[in-house]
T-cell receptor, first 113, second 114 residues
Framework: AQSVTQLGSHVSVSEGALVLLRCNYSSSVPPYLFWYVQYPNQGLQLLLKYTSAATLVKGINGFEAEFKKSETSFHLTKPSAHMSDAAEYFCAVRRRGSYIPTFGRGTSLIVHP | DSGVTQTPKHLITATGQRVTLRCSPRSGDLSVYWYQQSLDQGLQFLIQYYNGEERAKGNILERFSAQQFPDLHSELNLSSLELGDSALYFC?????????????FGPGTRLTVL
Protein backbone atom coordinates (compact mmCIF):
# COMPACT_ATOMS: atom_id res chain seq x y z
CA ALA A 1 0.00 0.00 0.00
CA GLN A 2 1.16 3.50 -0.71
CA SER A 3 1.44 6.19 1.92
CA VAL A 4 2.51 9.79 2.19
CA THR A 5 4.21 11.50 5.12
CA GLN A 6 4.41 15.24 5.43
CA LEU A 7 6.91 16.21 8.09
CA GLY A 8 5.68 19.07 10.21
CA SER A 9 2.03 19.98 10.53
CA HIS A 10 3.08 23.64 10.70
CA VAL A 11 5.98 25.48 9.09
CA SER A 12 6.66 29.10 9.92
CA VAL A 13 8.88 31.36 7.79
CA SER A 14 9.54 35.05 7.42
CA GLU A 15 8.50 36.90 4.29
CA GLY A 16 11.32 36.61 1.78
CA ALA A 17 12.78 33.46 3.34
CA LEU A 18 13.10 30.06 1.71
CA VAL A 19 10.08 27.80 1.92
CA LEU A 20 10.69 24.05 2.31
CA LEU A 21 7.79 21.67 2.82
CA ARG A 22 8.72 18.02 3.14
CA CYS A 23 6.99 15.03 1.64
CA ASN A 24 8.10 11.41 1.71
CA TYR A 25 6.23 8.59 0.05
CA SER A 26 6.15 4.87 0.42
CA SER A 27 5.57 2.92 -2.76
CA SER A 28 7.07 -0.17 -4.36
CA VAL A 29 7.52 1.65 -7.67
CA PRO A 30 7.89 5.38 -8.32
CA PRO A 31 4.37 6.77 -8.29
CA TYR A 32 2.84 9.93 -9.63
CA LEU A 33 3.28 12.75 -7.11
CA PHE A 34 1.33 15.94 -6.63
CA TRP A 35 1.38 19.06 -4.49
CA TYR A 36 -1.85 20.95 -3.82
CA VAL A 37 -2.54 24.21 -2.01
CA GLN A 38 -5.70 24.97 -0.06
CA TYR A 39 -6.55 28.52 0.91
CA PRO A 40 -9.06 29.10 3.73
CA ASN A 41 -12.62 28.17 2.80
CA GLN A 42 -11.60 26.98 -0.65
CA GLY A 43 -11.00 23.72 -2.43
CA LEU A 44 -7.59 22.35 -3.37
CA GLN A 45 -5.63 23.75 -6.29
CA LEU A 46 -2.88 21.85 -8.08
CA LEU A 47 0.57 23.43 -7.69
CA LEU A 48 2.60 20.88 -9.63
CA LYS A 49 2.89 17.20 -10.46
CA TYR A 50 5.57 14.63 -11.21
CA THR A 51 4.75 12.02 -13.83
CA SER A 52 8.22 10.61 -14.65
CA ALA A 53 9.53 13.30 -16.96
CA ALA A 54 12.05 15.75 -15.48
CA THR A 55 12.76 15.14 -11.80
CA LEU A 56 12.70 18.88 -11.07
CA VAL A 57 9.17 20.07 -11.56
CA LYS A 58 8.19 23.72 -11.74
CA GLY A 59 4.71 24.76 -10.73
CA ILE A 60 2.60 27.83 -10.29
CA ASN A 61 3.30 30.76 -7.97
CA GLY A 62 7.08 30.17 -8.07
CA PHE A 63 6.97 26.75 -6.40
CA GLU A 64 9.01 23.78 -7.50
CA ALA A 65 9.64 20.26 -6.28
CA GLU A 66 12.31 17.68 -6.89
CA PHE A 67 11.64 13.96 -7.13
CA LYS A 68 14.41 11.99 -5.44
CA LYS A 69 13.92 8.27 -5.89
CA SER A 70 16.79 7.29 -3.58
CA GLU A 71 15.25 9.30 -0.76
CA THR A 72 11.60 8.59 -1.73
CA SER A 73 11.02 12.29 -1.35
CA PHE A 74 9.20 15.04 -3.22
CA HIS A 75 9.87 18.20 -1.20
CA LEU A 76 8.26 21.48 -2.20
CA THR A 77 10.35 24.66 -2.26
CA LYS A 78 10.04 28.34 -3.06
CA PRO A 79 13.06 30.67 -2.90
CA SER A 80 11.25 33.62 -1.35
CA ALA A 81 8.04 33.40 0.67
CA HIS A 82 5.26 35.89 0.16
CA MET A 83 2.47 36.68 2.57
CA SER A 84 -0.02 35.32 0.04
CA ASP A 85 1.64 31.88 0.28
CA ALA A 86 0.12 31.32 3.72
CA ALA A 87 -2.13 28.30 3.23
CA GLU A 88 -2.40 24.54 3.76
CA TYR A 89 -0.28 22.39 1.48
CA PHE A 90 -0.97 18.76 0.66
CA CYS A 91 1.28 16.19 -0.92
CA ALA A 92 -0.46 13.34 -2.73
CA VAL A 93 0.63 10.11 -4.36
CA ARG A 94 -1.07 7.97 -6.93
CA ARG A 95 0.23 4.59 -7.99
CA ARG A 96 0.76 4.22 -11.72
CA GLY A 97 -2.35 2.73 -13.29
CA SER A 98 -4.47 3.57 -10.26
CA TYR A 99 -7.12 6.24 -10.05
CA ILE A 100 -7.03 6.39 -6.25
CA PRO A 101 -4.90 9.12 -4.66
CA THR A 102 -3.51 9.08 -1.14
CA PHE A 103 -3.05 12.44 0.54
CA GLY A 104 -0.69 13.49 3.29
CA ARG A 105 -2.12 15.12 6.41
CA GLY A 106 -1.12 18.57 5.18
CA THR A 107 1.31 21.26 6.29
CA SER A 108 0.13 24.69 7.29
CA LEU A 109 2.52 27.36 6.02
CA ILE A 110 2.63 30.48 8.16
CA VAL A 111 4.39 33.54 6.74
CA HIS A 112 5.49 36.29 9.11
CA PRO A 113 6.03 39.88 7.94
CA ASP B 1 -12.92 30.06 -9.46
CA SER B 2 -12.28 26.46 -10.55
CA GLY B 3 -15.51 26.16 -12.54
CA VAL B 4 -16.75 23.34 -10.30
CA THR B 5 -19.88 24.18 -8.35
CA GLN B 6 -21.19 22.46 -5.24
CA THR B 7 -24.47 22.91 -3.43
CA PRO B 8 -25.32 23.50 -0.73
CA LYS B 9 -22.41 25.36 0.80
CA HIS B 10 -23.43 24.44 4.33
CA LEU B 11 -25.70 21.71 5.62
CA ILE B 12 -26.78 21.11 9.20
CA THR B 13 -28.78 18.01 10.01
CA ALA B 14 -29.42 15.48 12.75
CA THR B 15 -28.15 11.97 13.33
CA GLY B 16 -30.03 9.32 11.42
CA GLN B 17 -31.01 11.66 8.61
CA ARG B 18 -30.20 11.45 4.91
CA VAL B 19 -28.72 14.24 2.78
CA THR B 20 -27.77 14.77 -0.84
CA LEU B 21 -24.78 16.80 -1.95
CA ARG B 22 -24.65 18.07 -5.51
CA CYS B 23 -21.77 18.80 -7.84
CA SER B 24 -21.56 20.28 -11.32
CA PRO B 25 -18.21 19.67 -13.05
CA ARG B 26 -16.34 22.11 -15.22
CA SER B 27 -17.70 22.39 -18.73
CA GLY B 28 -16.21 19.58 -20.81
CA ASP B 29 -14.95 17.48 -17.91
CA LEU B 30 -16.15 13.89 -17.98
CA SER B 31 -14.88 12.67 -14.63
CA VAL B 32 -16.07 13.56 -11.15
CA TYR B 33 -14.44 12.72 -7.85
CA TRP B 34 -15.72 12.96 -4.27
CA TYR B 35 -13.52 13.55 -1.22
CA GLN B 36 -14.13 13.85 2.50
CA GLN B 37 -11.96 16.15 4.60
CA SER B 38 -12.07 15.91 8.39
CA LEU B 39 -9.72 16.69 11.24
CA ASP B 40 -9.61 13.02 12.23
CA GLN B 41 -9.05 11.39 8.85
CA GLY B 42 -7.54 14.17 6.77
CA LEU B 43 -8.43 14.20 3.08
CA GLN B 44 -9.88 10.90 1.92
CA PHE B 45 -10.82 9.86 -1.59
CA LEU B 46 -14.35 8.46 -1.69
CA ILE B 47 -15.30 7.63 -5.26
CA GLN B 48 -14.73 8.52 -8.92
CA TYR B 49 -17.11 8.50 -11.87
CA TYR B 50 -16.27 8.77 -15.52
CA ASN B 51 -18.98 9.59 -18.05
CA GLY B 52 -21.68 8.12 -15.85
CA GLU B 53 -19.85 4.97 -14.80
CA GLU B 54 -18.12 4.25 -11.51
CA ARG B 55 -14.37 4.08 -12.11
CA ALA B 56 -12.73 3.84 -8.70
CA LYS B 57 -13.88 3.45 -5.14
CA GLY B 58 -11.94 4.48 -2.08
CA ASN B 59 -12.86 4.68 1.58
CA ILE B 60 -16.56 5.14 1.02
CA LEU B 61 -18.93 3.77 3.65
CA GLU B 62 -21.83 1.53 2.65
CA ARG B 63 -24.18 4.21 4.01
CA PHE B 64 -22.85 6.53 1.30
CA SER B 65 -23.63 6.28 -2.38
CA ALA B 66 -23.03 8.41 -5.43
CA GLN B 67 -24.00 8.65 -9.04
CA GLN B 68 -23.21 10.68 -12.12
CA PHE B 69 -26.09 11.66 -14.35
CA PRO B 70 -26.23 11.91 -18.18
CA ASP B 71 -25.64 15.67 -17.97
CA LEU B 72 -22.47 14.78 -15.99
CA HIS B 73 -23.49 16.37 -12.72
CA SER B 74 -23.05 14.16 -9.69
CA GLU B 75 -24.73 13.58 -6.38
CA LEU B 76 -23.36 12.10 -3.17
CA ASN B 77 -25.99 10.60 -0.90
CA LEU B 78 -25.22 10.16 2.78
CA SER B 79 -27.71 8.21 4.88
CA SER B 80 -28.13 7.14 8.50
CA LEU B 81 -25.88 10.02 9.39
CA GLU B 82 -23.63 9.84 12.42
CA LEU B 83 -21.78 12.53 14.32
CA GLY B 84 -18.54 11.34 12.75
CA ASP B 85 -19.81 12.12 9.27
CA SER B 86 -19.42 15.83 10.00
CA ALA B 87 -16.80 16.98 7.52
CA LEU B 88 -16.08 19.03 4.47
CA TYR B 89 -17.05 17.18 1.29
CA PHE B 90 -15.29 18.18 -1.90
CA CYS B 91 -16.15 17.40 -5.44
CA UNK B 92 -13.49 17.63 -8.15
CA UNK B 93 -13.62 17.16 -11.89
CA UNK B 94 -11.13 16.38 -14.62
CA UNK B 95 -11.20 16.07 -18.36
CA UNK B 96 -10.51 12.39 -18.91
CA UNK B 97 -10.21 10.88 -15.46
CA UNK B 98 -6.74 9.44 -15.95
CA UNK B 99 -4.33 9.01 -13.08
CA UNK B 100 -2.33 12.10 -14.12
CA UNK B 101 -5.23 14.38 -15.02
CA UNK B 102 -5.36 17.69 -13.21
CA UNK B 103 -8.34 17.71 -10.90
CA UNK B 104 -10.23 20.94 -10.33
CA PHE B 105 -11.83 21.18 -6.91
CA GLY B 106 -15.09 22.82 -5.96
CA PRO B 107 -15.43 24.99 -2.83
CA GLY B 108 -16.90 22.14 -0.80
CA THR B 109 -20.00 21.44 1.23
CA ARG B 110 -19.61 21.66 4.99
CA LEU B 111 -21.79 19.04 6.64
CA THR B 112 -22.56 19.30 10.33
CA VAL B 113 -24.38 16.40 11.99
CA LEU B 114 -25.88 17.24 15.38
Amino acid sequence: AQSVTQLGSHVSVSEGALVLLRCNYSSSVPPYLFWYVQYPNQGLQLLLKYTSAATLVKGINGFEAEFKKSETSFHLTKPSAHMSDAAEYFCAVRRRGSYIPTFGRGTSLIVHP
Amino acid sequence: DSGVTQTPKHLITATGQRVTLRCSPRSGDLSVYWYQQSLDQGLQFLIQYYNGEERAKGNILERFSAQQFPDLHSELNLSSLELGDSALYFCASSLAGTSVDEQFFGPGTRLTVL
